[in-house]
């Protein structure tokens, strides 16, 4: 069965002028996947996550989890997901522990069983030293990873992950998505919603690629990379900022999509890298720059996204 | 259960905030602590002597013969009057006047040149004494014009009875001038004794005799001066919790619960009984305080706990309404405070509400707080169960339309 | 200097957004005061009267001789009651006070013995306390009647050795009467303001107390705003932006000023035209008097905001200072009804040189002459609050 099967799903603020933050969204996630919506700040990737957690009602289309309609049976559809919010979301002045504890409760936990399971989350996230410490004598790193306990009390058969990586250190991140590994691996599914790609390669069995409200690719990463076709990646390094340069190979055959230089970085979906190489020396020559750098890749989604919808991921 | 832990979590952090305890039970306690201060202890109310200038223009009708004015005067600066009033005098009118128009002095009594001439002369020539206040005084002046009409009555009582027993003994065959005279003085001074010894009217205060109270009760100064400040300060104990609903909303825990299987009525539910306990362990607090501290007299202890969970009712219920209607911390701060002085004030919340009845009294019970210090009012004035039924059903009905009004608003914000 | 212009502009453009802080700080003032104008303010008409219930339980010729007297008084306004309501009317307030005539209360005149009168009244009514008054002075009145008549026939009566019977004691009285009704010697009781305030509490001195009130109420406002900014990281972008704190402080406190002299002008207009309270009599003095104590509640308000860093905290204590500077100075009750050393404590406050401003503006035709000391003390408060406020205000 599919843990979640959102079809044509519908969202407008403020009618009828409003801004449409969910256009007509479908996709399906199996259960025992992880699953992450990509797309850039704006995309809708929160407002979907929301319908989906039963906050806000959609005006178009239907949403199930676990087999149960957001709309219709909210409660039983709250039974199964564990919801981390992109903001902390906790109780400052009470301490981890009383945090985690006061959210078991309302997952509907009690007694000898929830203080089991909070010591049990606290190992999990590895604050069981620091568990009678206020939340507001606690790091952004440790408030992050309380934030995420709290979603994980009742042992929910689904977890949603709103952008639970913005803002914090390597090290940190480096922790939660190894976390969000491991609870999948316990069979727990997941839906992860990032604008960061290197997560959503990481994670991912398969991605959404949402835009401006719209779901414009779902696939696994090779099915979407698939979709820029046969092309290989380029990633030049100028010698001297290059958007004019970037103009023209625009214009030449061959090239299917150059990124918006970043100084004197950009990189290019070439249909033949081997025939191609040497127009670019030669483009660059002409425009009196040096390549400094020139490497070949496989495509990758921010390639995707782009060539998709001509932006970049992060604009 | 779930609406218990909401409710005890809020409890407990409403009672780790430093500033919320102070305002909920610091100041009030300090503020009827001053106003205690301000009115006195114990059974009466203090109020500072009244600053009184007196010039006496009188010159008497001769000597060895009483002046009217040295009579007022001396009725004045009696030692019995010592406590009331501080009395000075000046040379003239116009600087009796200057000095209560510079604050000098409360009232000037200005006893013109031919008082004792008047009341000795044939009753053609008349005398005025003026009493010129402070406009911005009440209390006082009234207290001096209360002594000098007084005394002017009398003395013109003594003048009456000089008159009548002159005219009565005429018309009763007395002709001789010497013995007219003799019996208009006795029955002058006969006057002016009766009057020290005994008025045969006298008029006696006592305070209202409350329904169900076997006699008049006369709260002490505490519990009068306490039991408003306590309804006041117990909204804002009530609005401190309710805000929280604003701050939690805020900081994302409020969207978090509404992402567990809690229903949201739980959740609402369980923030009205935090406030509802909150600003009933105030009250409490606050009565045991006035009780033991300050020597407040309730009444009845049915009543004074019935009133007590009444209050923390309506407080709560005012409390959630006000923050219900606001977006931020900060705006339900500002509302609240100014819809709470608003009712306190046309609920005659405050010493000094003028009462002249009537419409008041009907503006009065358009507030809950008016329908609620008016059970108070029937509590410390010696009253029971009786005279509490009707003000108890008032504030019942309107805390149960405020927490209608709350919900309402809040479920469509939050749905 | 330009900084705190644009400072207090871009306050005044949240504030000119922010229709609910609108609604406290002008509508729910005016709704108010006109509620309190109509109420105190109509009782203040030269023919309103304080109701007083009364029962005449003893229902002579003597009770009703002295209610007839009693209702010539142009203080109060008789309503008869039955003797089980007077206590509750009382206590309810629907009338400033009870008077009881009890039962042989004729008789006992007739006989030559004492009699009482039962005044009822709740103790903190100032309404209760004109009563009392104008009840008094009836019944001093009376008292003369009776007192001359009896002395007079008691001397003639010695001196003639005729009876003291009831024709020489009705002669005496009759004559008694005669001579008590054009009396030779009369009280009048005027004041600076040219006519007496006829009421105790009156709307003149009630508006001013409120407009104190609701002016100290932008202390919340002013400070809640500075320390949601701080929450918000603003205070801290400013001042990397190079804003200083008396800047940013100077900035609010002119916002505020203007916000809250706007409303001052308001209720004052509203006073003035429509309850007749003489405001304007010395313009520029009550000028004055409005801005410093906006002024001060700003400065104020600035000064808890720079000293207490939560929200909550600043919340409480803008709440307790408001109420406790309202309550002490005098914009509550009247300080003289309070002992001595509390109105000199009280003075201490700026609050209580405020009111004592406005009542002399109003009352006593105060110039701006008169106000220069009052308002020298508010404007070493209003300085020191701002001085202490820039010291120890942080971004952060």
Redo the contacts between chains.
Sequence with gaps: MEAIVVERLRKQFDPPKGPVAVDGVSFQIAEGEIFSLLGPNGAGKTTTISIL???LRPDGGEATVGGFSVTREP?KV??L?G?V?Q????????SGRENLL??G????M?GAALDKRVDEVLELIGLVDRQKDRVDKYSGGMKRRVNIG?ALLHKPRLLYLDEPTVGIDPQSRRSILDGVKDLNAAGVTVLYTTHYMEEAQELSNRIGIMDRGAMIAVGTQDELVRLVGERTRVDLALDREASVLAAEWRALPGISTVSEPDDGRLWLLVEDANTLMPRLFDGARAAGARITEISLAEPNLEMVFLHLTGRALRD | ??AL??AW?DI??VY?????L??ML??PL??AS??G????SGDN?????VKTVVVDQDAGAGAGMPA?GAALTGALTSPDMADLLRVTKAATPEAA?AA??AGEA?VAVIIPPG?TA??M?D?S??????????????????IV??V???V??????????????A???A????TDPA?LS??AT???E??AH??ET??????????????GAEA?K??NVAS?VLIGMMV?FML?GAA?PA?SILDEHR???L?????????RSTILGGKYVSVFVVVLVQSIILLLAGWFLLGAEWGEWGPVIVLALCGALIAASLGLVTVS???????A???S???F??LG??S?N????????????T??RISPLGWLL?GW??VL?GGSWASIALPVGAVLAYALVFFAVATYFFRRRYA | MRRVWHIAAKELLQARR?R??A??TLV??V??TV??G???G??DAANSR??LALVDADDTAASRQFIERLQASPLVEIQTAAIGD???A???????A?LVIPEGFGAA?DA?Q?????????????????A??A???T??????????????????S???S?ALDGG?MA??RS??DG??A????????????GS??R????FD??SSG?LV??VL?SL??VA??L??ERRRGLIRRLSTAGVRGRELIGGKMLAMVIITFAQQLLLVLLGQLAFGVDYFRSPLALLMTMVSLSMFASAAGLLISSV?R????????T??S???LA??GGA???L????????R??HFLPTAWIM?SL??II??GWGAADILAPMGIVWIWIVVLFAVAVWRFRPE
Aim: include cysteine; proline fraction near 4%.
């Design positions: 957690s039963c906050l409660e709250k039974g997901i919801v919010p903001d902390i979301a906790l109780y400052e002045d009470l006061f959210w409760r309302m997952y509907g009690n709290a | 259960m779930r832990s909401i979590k407990r952090h780790r905030n430093v500033a919320g102070a305002m610091v100041a300090l503020l001053a106003l201060a301000a009115f006195g109310f203090v109020i500072a002597a009217a006047r209560v128009d409360d008082l008047a009341l002369g009753g020539a008349a005398a005025e004494v003026q009493v010129y206040k402070d406009p911005a005084l009440s209390v006082g002046p009234a014009t209360a000098v009409d007084s002017v009555q009398s003395l013109d009582g003594a003048r009456a009875a000089a008159l009548t027993s005219q009565l003994a018309s009763l065959g007395v013995a003799e019996v006795k029955a002058a006969a006057f009766r009057v005994g008025a045969p009217v006298a008029l006696e205060e006592r305070s209202p005799v409350t329904p008049a006369r709260p009068q006041f804002f401190t805000r900081q994302g825990t969207s978090r619960l509404f992402t567990t299987p809690t229903p209607f606001a977006k931020t911390p900060g705006q701060g500002a509302a405070a100014a819809i002085v608003f004030l046309i005659g405050f010493v000094g509400t003028a009462n002249i009845g009537g419409t008041f009294a503006v009065r008016e009012g029937n004035y | 922010d609910l802080a609604l406290f729910l003032p709704i108010f509620v309190l109509i109420l105190i109509g009782a304080l109701p007077v206590d509750k009382v206590q309810d307030q629907e009338v400033a009870g005149l030559g004492p009699a009482s009168l039962s005044f009822v009244r709740l103790e903190t009514s100032n309404g209760a306390q004109s009392w008054q009840v008094q002075a019944v001093a009145e009376l008292n003369a009647g009776i007192l001359a008549a009896g002395t007079a026939a008691e001397q003639v010695i001196a003639t005729r020489l002669s005496a004559l008694a001579q008590l054009a009396p030779v010697a009369r009280l009048e009781v005027t004041s600076a303001s007496t305030v009421h105790a509490g009156g001195q009630s409120a009130n609701w109420f919340l406002t809640t705003g320390a949601w207490f939560s929200e909550q905290a600043v919340i409480a204590t709440v307790i408001a109420q406790l309550a002490l509550w009750f009247p003289e009804i309070t002992s001595a050393s509390f109105s404590a009280a004592d009542h002399g009352l006593k």
